[in-house]
């Protein structure tokens, strides 16, 4: 059984700063990427950015330059820096590894 537990979503400003946290646990022997991503209300669920083990990321377009994803392997967590948000970045935010999914965790910038 493997756990998602994210934290850190909330309301923020335009403009403003959230970092999301998702720890992994339970039986994981070692994680090979691990990701966020996000669905606003009427739109599918998107990536955001992803991470390897050994730290190589990618990014969606929209976020480039204002998030940044990292982990820390021994504490099997990712973490999401998000930095000059803006209302289209409201949305539920969800980590993933593979095969598991987080409950979500919603962030809403107000204009």
């Known amino acids: 059984q493997v756990q998602l537990v994210e934290s850190g979503g909330g309301l923020v400003q335009a403009g403003g700063s959230l970092r999301l946290s998702c720890a992994a646990s339970?039986?994981?022997?070692?994680?090979?990427?691990m990701g966020w991503y996000r669905q606003a209300p009427g739109k599918q669920r998107e990536l955001v950015a992803a991470i390897t083990r050994g730290g190589s990321t990618n990014y969606a377009d929209s976020v480039k330059g204002r998030f940044t994803i990292s982990r820390d392997n021994a504490k099997n967590t990712v973490y999401l820096q998000m930095n000059s948000l803006k209302p289209e970045d409201t949305a539920v935010y969800y980590c993933?590894?593979?095969?598991?999914w987080g409950q979500g965790t919603q962030v809403t910038v107000s204009s």
């Open positions: 993933e590894i593979p095969n598991y």
């Open positions: 339970g039986s994981i022997f070692s994680i090979s990427v």
